[in-house]
């Protein structure tokens, strides 16, 4: 509750029952969004140079890692780039993902413990791997409802 309510205080944009745990880094708090219902997790570090937008009812678990900015390695001054990160509704980015500048993560994704997602990753698929790719479509039991 303190912890969302200092991150309102420093300009973030948070939806009804957002739970940041303690240990979660918001390095720019201004750039963070989060719908109703989501979570950052454990250890979570948000490097927000440009907006994070983490959609309703999505979770970015434990050690996580949301990158908003890299460098340009091809130009010797080696400046700072950065673009924003889209996380639709009803994700789940497991344990330990890093999630890089400029990706867009469609409604309904997993994306498997330890992935590296560099590109974008289509609604309703479980992506894993380095870089992360789809590898199947999620399918949701009849008792689940999506209408939230």
Same mark, same amino acid.
């Given at each position: #509750?303190?912890? $969302?309510?200092?991150?309102?205080?420093?300009?973030?944009?948070?939806?009804?029952?957002?739970?940041?745990?303690? %240990?979660?880094?918001?390095?720019?708090?201004?750039?963070? &969004? #989060?719908?109703?219902? !989501? $979570?950052? %997790?454990?250890? &979570?570090? *948000?490097?927000?140079?440009?907006?994070?937008?983490?959609?309703?009812?999505? /979770?970015? !678990?434990?050690? =996580?890692?949301? $990158?908003?900015? %890299?460098?340009?390695?091809?130009?010797?001054? #080696?400046?700072?780039?950065?673009?924003?990160?889209?996380?639709? *509704?009803?994700?789940?980015?497991?344990?330990?993902?890093?999630?890089?500048?400029?990706?867009?993560?469609?409604?309904?994704?997993?994306?498997?413990?330890? %992935?590296?997602?560099?590109?974008?990753?289509?609604?309703?698929?479980?992506?894993?791997? /380095?870089?992360?790719?789809?590898?199947?479509?999620?399918?949701?039991?009849?008792? =689940?409802?999506?209408?939230?």
């Amino acid at each position: #509750m303190w912890r $969302c309510f200092l991150l309102r205080l420093f300009g973030a944009q948070l939806g009804r029952s957002v739970h940041v745990y303690p %240990s979660a880094k918001i390095w720019a708090p201004w750039n963070l &969004v #989060m719908g109703d219902y !989501s $979570c950052l %997790s454990e250890q &979570v570090d *948000c490097y927000t140079v440009e907006k994070i937008s983490i959609g309703k009812n999505s /979770t970015v !678990s434990q050690y =996580s890692f949301l $990158c908003t900015a %890299s460098h340009d390695y091809n130009d010797e001054s #080696m400046p700072l780039v950065a673009a924003p990160i889209t996380i639709g *509704c009803n994700v789940w980015i497991t344990a330990d993902v890093f999630v890089g500048p400029g990706v867009t993560i469609g409604d309904g994704v997993v994306i498997t413990a330890r %992935s590296t997602v560099t590109n974008d990753i289509p609604p309703w698929k479980i992506a894993r791997g /380095t870089p992360a790719v789809p590898v199947k479509s999620r399918k949701l039991s009849s008792h =689940s409802s999506t209408a939230n």
